[in-house]
């Protein structure tokens, strides 16, 4: 059986899941049972500085976004940082690391941004004995108001800043959660490098409102008849942050930062997908807020059993393995010319891919033959754009098939060449390389 | 043969009061909210739907369940009712495992289709509930038409050219409207006197009006009509049944199947039918499977529905045959009735002759015989169209000719539903002649 044991900048898990900090983090009672169940480690939900607990809304603090079955395809939140007491969070921290020493724990921390603060609180975690701190320089609502969260996440240099003095106060490895809600995430990763961090964990929440209630015109969730923008996550996210974590994971300035790769990860598939773009290990939220703590039995066994059958011994050889094949759309080979091809024997006549082609694409699929209902590619008009294979209810009746080198592109009528051509030396282009 | 030798067992009340209501409850239960919402994605809106393309009244199926799933009913109910304004009574009669279920592509993806009928039901029953009307009056033409019959394809023509601002007066032999709908099929498909609901919402848009033991050939001739109105409807059904022609036919307790039915369906009481402890069908269609299922729920004991032909050629779809089946029916294919058994002047069974098909394709009796001992026969081997005198308009296959506008023979008359050649002897058939039907009669007084 593949080994699962994870080391992510020297914090050591049983296996790469972790918790990320949220509401299932928040205290210890969620915690034993999410080690129970058999989490790797947790991210505890963010701390804040001594001093009266900060208060949440009593309206709701959760907003979903189904799909026709009730399945929760986005989330979102407006829920704050803890709003514990410092201390007791830290005796809890102590006593279930101590009584839990195989697991990692991780304490997410959100102070204000001035050095004392900071140097302040750095002590107090030291002394649980957790493994590690995450900085929440990502939380879009409600704390980005005070100056903190996403406030700091947004200016690469107080990244740069905090992550410094938090290395320069603490032994503790640091790792630098980065907000989505810039736009150049790769900015925000080079401060937290700069800074001296050990790693970064991306993506937090995305700016987000879920939808319009049509009777009262207030949006969902709302408080009184008011609403405010949510931390957006769950499945929907996950292609967003797939590809933040692949920008940081193949910048030259980053290369080799450690990625604890956040966002939509429901699934061991998912989870392979970021570990593959560069994420050494992951966290989960929403999955768990959706289904409960139980997930991760298949999280295990999927990421397992998948490494069986790819002869993977440990979760570091998936690690950026898909890194190199993320490239610039400029250096897209264009003389691979692909065709879209369907199997009428799988084919169930829906003709999806007909009307799709037809209104908004190429035209290049028909959709009769002798009079009667079939669906067929027509080579001389298709691009290969994909859009077909995309919609196709049935999964590879439709696939796209390259053409050889030699084969004629009836849609052009070129032979297809073999050699590789970029935009780069394109003839069209009049930016090109001589 | 020897004669079968046992007392006639006949009886009322063969069950509790619980009994009743749980054999008579809703074949096919409406869906909830949340699984009208998941049924509705699993359509994939197809192109062209082949379901709408397998409707008779062209329903816009994808179109109408897109609607579902974007939780606006009202919009759904009134796609469907635009097409077929008995929209309500298809979605729970329809056999729509041979109509738009059976050409649903998740049928090649997943062997099950998108449940159409419930959705649509869904949908129309939402409307219902809320009152919404969709359809009003124009301007009144001063026309007026004659419709003789008040079952499904009258009750669709009559809409029809009603919202075109025509005058319509029903005439109707029974004491009730609906046709079928009220006096035949299986009580659990129409709970809740949905037949009658369905009419009150369907007359609503007003100048429809009904009289009602008006009999054609005998209350009033098409001259009539054809003389007092500017055009006439005639959606006057099937209104004799088959014979066996065996001896004994007319024996008591061999009964017409739709005769019976009709009994139960305006029945208030389901105890006091007589029901037979041994009960026989014959037959193979959608009567003598509402049939034998119904006596079985009645609480006979042993209830034999034998069919002449095979399995595959029973005019029952598979879903029904199956239905049956597993309410405790049996089904006996390939045996035709020789002789209707007696005792002391009372039937007691009927002997078979078992059947084949022989090289040329023809039925022909095999020689072998089995008898069922039967304290009830039912007779559903088919209804036929028996022509009204003083009609004059041609015949086709027995029943009255008309074309593709629904025009019969005789100028300003036209005909739908059952009576009609080629029809499907379907209510959906039915809605989609009277709809036709009213449309070509528009176009004839307005043009």
Redesign the interface.
């Known amino acids: 059986m593949a080994d699962l044991t994870s080391n992510f900048v020297g914090i050591q898990s049983p296996n790469p899941f972790w918790l990320a900090s949220a509401p299932p983090t928040d205290k210890a009672y969620n915690v034993v049972r999410a080690f129970e169940a058999g989490w790797g480690g947790v991210v505890w939900k963010t701390l804040g500085e001594e001093g009266p607990p900060l208060v949440n809304v009593n309206g709701p603090r959760y907003g979903a976004w189904h799909?026709?079955?009730?399945r929760v395809m986005g989330f979102n939140n407006i829920e704050l940082i803890t709003d514990r007491p410092l201390d007791l969070n830290i005796r809890e921290i102590t006593q279930v690391k101590k009584d839990w020493p195989d697991r990692a724990m991780i304490v997410s921390l959100m102070v204000p941004c001035n050095e004392a603060a900071w140097k302040d609180i750095l002590h107090k975690i030291e002394d649980t004995g957790a493994d590690g701190i995450e900085l929440n320089f990502g939380c879009p609502h409600g704390m980005s108001e005070r100056g903190m969260g996403a406030a700091v996440g947004q200016v690469p240099e107080y990244v740069e800043m905090v992550t410094r003095w938090c290395k320069q106060y603490s032994e503790m490895p640091v790792i630098v959660k980065l907000t989505p809600n810039i736009a150049d995430i790769r900015q925000s990763a080079r401060a937290a490098h700069k800074g001296g961090a050990d790693a970064v964990s991306m993506i937090n929440t995305i700016n987000s409102i879920i939808s319009v209630d049509l009777d009262t015109f207030s949006i969902n969730p709302s408080t009184g008849g008011k609403g405010t923008h949510g931390g957006y996550c769950g499945p929907a996210v996950k292609p967003i942050a797939l590809n933040m974590v692949a920008e940081v994971a193949r910048d030259e300035q980053t290369q080799g930062l450690p990625i604890s790769g956040i966002g939509g990860i429901s699934t061991w598939r998912d989870a392979v997908d970021f570990i593959a773009l560069g994420a050494g290990n992951v966290q989960v939220c929403t999955a768990a807020m959706t289904y409960g703590f139980k997930v991760v039995d298949d999280m295990i066994a999927g990421l397992s059993d998948f490494m069986d059958s790819k002869g993977i011994q440990s979760v570091d050889e998936i690690v950026g393995k898909a890194v190199k094949q993320v490239t610039d759309w400029r250096y897209l080979d264009l003389n691979t010319i692909v065709k879209a091809e369907i199997d009428q024997d799988s084919c169930?006549?829906?003709?999806?891919c007909?009307?799709v082609c037809e209104d908004t694409s190429h035209q290049a699929i028909s959709?009769m033959k002798g009079g009667q209902?079939h669906f067929e590619v027509l080579d001389e008009e298709c691009v290969g754009c994909n859009l077909c294979v995309s919609v196709c209810?049935?999964e590879n009746c439709i696939t796209l098939r390259e053409l050889s080198v030699g084969e004629v592109d009836a849609r052009t009528g070129k032979t297809v060449s073999g050699e590789y051509a970029n935009w780069t030396t394109h003839e069209n282009n009049t930016m090109r390389a001589s | 043969m020897g004669q079968i030798q046992t007392a006639v067992d006949i009886q009322t009340a063969r069950l509790n009061a619980d009994e009743y209501i749980k054999n008579f409850s809703d074949m096919h239960p409406p869906l909830g909210a949340t699984a009208a919402l998941v049924e509705a994605d699993r359509c994939y809106f197809c192109y062209d739907a082949p379901c709408t393309t397998s409707c008779p009244t062209g329903i816009d199926v994808a179109g109408f369940i897109r609607m579902i799933s974007t939780e606006n009913n009202i919009g759904a109910a009134r796609l469907i009712l635009e097409e077929n304004i008995l929209g309500g009574s298809c979605a729970r009669v329809c056999p729509t495992e041979t109509l738009c279920e059976q050409a649903c592509v998740r049928n090649d993806q997943d062997q099950r289709p998108v449940s159409i009928g419930l959705l649509q039901r869904h949908a129309v029953d939402a409307a219902m509930a809320a009152d919404k009307q969709f359809f009003g009056r124009a301007a009144d033409t001063g026309k007026r038409i004659a419709i003789v019959g008040a079952g499904p394809a009258s009750l669709s023509c009559a809409h029809g050219l009603a919202r075109k601002g025509h005058s319509v007066t029903i005439l109707e032999a029974c004491e009730k409207s609906g046709g079928l709908n009220e006096y035949g099929l299986a009580a659990y498909k129409m709970l809740d006197d949905f037949a009658s609901r369905e009419i009150e919402y369907i007359l609503a848009i007003g100048n429809i009006d009904i009289r009602y033991g008006q009999r054609l050939g005998v209350d009033f001739d098409l001259v009539n009509l054809q003389n007092d109105y500017d055009a006439v409807f005639l959606g006057i059904g099937l209104s004799a049944v088959n014979n066996l022609g065996l001896e004994n036919e007319g024996a008591k307790n061999v009964i017409n199947a739709v005769d019976y039915i009709a009994q139960l369906r305006q029945s208030n009481s389901l105890a006091d039918l007589p029901v037979g402890k041994r009960v026989v069908v014959i037959g193979g269609g959608m009567t003598a499977i509402d049939m034998a299922t119904q006596i079985r729920l009645l609480g006979a004991e042993e209830v034999t529905l034998v069919y002449r032909r095979e399995k595959e050629a029973m005019n029952a779809s598979e879903d029904e045959q199956k239905f049956t089946q597993v309410k405790g029916v049996t089904i006996r294919y390939n045996a035709k009735p020789h002789r209707i058994q007696t005792n002391e002047g009372q039937i007691c069974g009927v002997e078979f002759e078992s059947t084949k098909n022989n090289e040329g394709g023809r039925l022909e009796g095999t020689g072998a015989y089995f008898d069922l001992p039967a304290d009830m026969i039912f007779k559903a081997i088919g209804q036929v169209f028996e022509a009204p005198s003083n009609c004059g308009f041609e015949l086709d296959k027995g029943r009255i000719q008309v074309d593709a506008e629904r025009k019969t023979s005789v100028a300003g008359v036209w005909a739908g539903g059952d009576a009609v050649s080629d029809g499907e002897d379907l209510t959906v058939a039915a809605a989609q002649d009277g709809k036709l039907a009213a449309g070509s009669i528009h176009r004839y007084l307005c043009n």
């Open positions: 799909s026709g079955d009730r169930i006549q829906c003709g999806r007909h009307v959709q209902r209810p049935v």
